[in-house]
């Protein structure tokens, strides 16, 4: 499978941030120390070096990150974790992550979120004799569960979804529910912020810990703050940065990354990163 590339470029790290802050042109530049024009320039792609250090200062992100995202220096180490699939599904302009979680022995199965389309999951499932016990949402944003209705046909597994999404067709449930198929245990974690009841579900029982995080974290950036950007940090700073480094990040854009390569790389977390 050819590699995925980051979802996130510089300029939407700084715009989703500026967005995120609420701060208007003339304000940023201020903050920063750097001209409304010059501004202009890095928000239509240009990698100034002196003006990103500068920007991010203003806006609370890591520098080095910042910088390195804009030369494109650094991507996740390639990732592959026995009873663990990606998908990449292409919904209108968007590549979409959705995942197939396993127990390698009982061969009972749980998909995370659908994709645009829900059939490489079904095909895999099938060739592996894999049976599917479970639907997860990370969230309801209409390019993960696209397929919901047809995958809940075809497998008759229940949907559940973290119960702030509001959403009638998958079962509510509240932060801190697990679920279990066969020998693996998913616990579930709010990270809200991007959606109302954002959930991150952290899978034991793999050959290393796992977190399906949906929109909350991207290699090397974040999901919108479309609901809140500061709850989006502070939950994803308490429910998902807080796991163990080597825990895998299985994102719904972009490619598989861990905890340990966000706290290096992410420019949305400085507080992890050298100064």
């Known amino acids: 499978m050819a590699t995925i590339p980051l979802e996130d470029s510089f300029t939407d790290i700084v715009g989703k941030t500026q967005r995120g802050l609420k701060l208007a042109d003339g304000q940023l530049a201020a903050q920063a120390g750097v001209s409304v024009e010059d501004l202009a320039r890095v928000k239509g792609g240009e990698a100034s070096e002196p003006l990103l250090r500068k920007l991010a200062a203003a806006l609370n992100l890591g520098p080095d990150a910042l910088v390195a995202s804009a030369g494109k220096t650094w991507f996740p180490a390639p990732i592959e974790v ?55 949402l990370t969230h309801t944003h209409v390019d993960h569960i696209v397929d919901l209705a047809r995958l809940k046909k075809e497998t008759g597994a229940p949907a559940w979804v973290g119960k702030n999404e509001n959403f009638a067709e998958a079962q509510p449930f509240a932060e801190g529910k697990t679920f279990n198929a066969g020998a693996l245990t998913i616990e579930t974690h709010q990270t809200s912020g991007h959606a109302a009841g954002g959930i991150t579900y952290v899978i034991s029982g793999l050959a290393r810990p796992v ?21 989006a940090l502070d939950t994803n700073r308490r429910n998902i940065f807080t796991l163990p480094d080597n825990t895998v990040l299985c994102p719904g854009h972009g490619p598989l990354t861990t905890v340990g390569e966000e706290k290096a790389h992410n420019p949305f977390y400085p507080e992890f990163q050298p100064h």
């Open 211 to 231: 977190a399906v995080v949906g929109d909350a974290v991207f290699a090397g950036s974040m999901g919108g703050g479309m609901i809140s950007f500061a709850e």
């Open 82 to 136: 026995a009873g663990l699939k990606q998908f990449n599904t292409v919904y209108e302009d968007m590549t979409v992550n959705f995942y197939l979680a396993w127990d390698t022995n009982s061969k009972q199965a749980v998909v995370f979120d659908t994709g645009a389309d829900c059939s490489p999951a079904l095909q895999f499932a099938k060739a592996n004799s894999l049976a599917i016990k479970l639907i997860l």
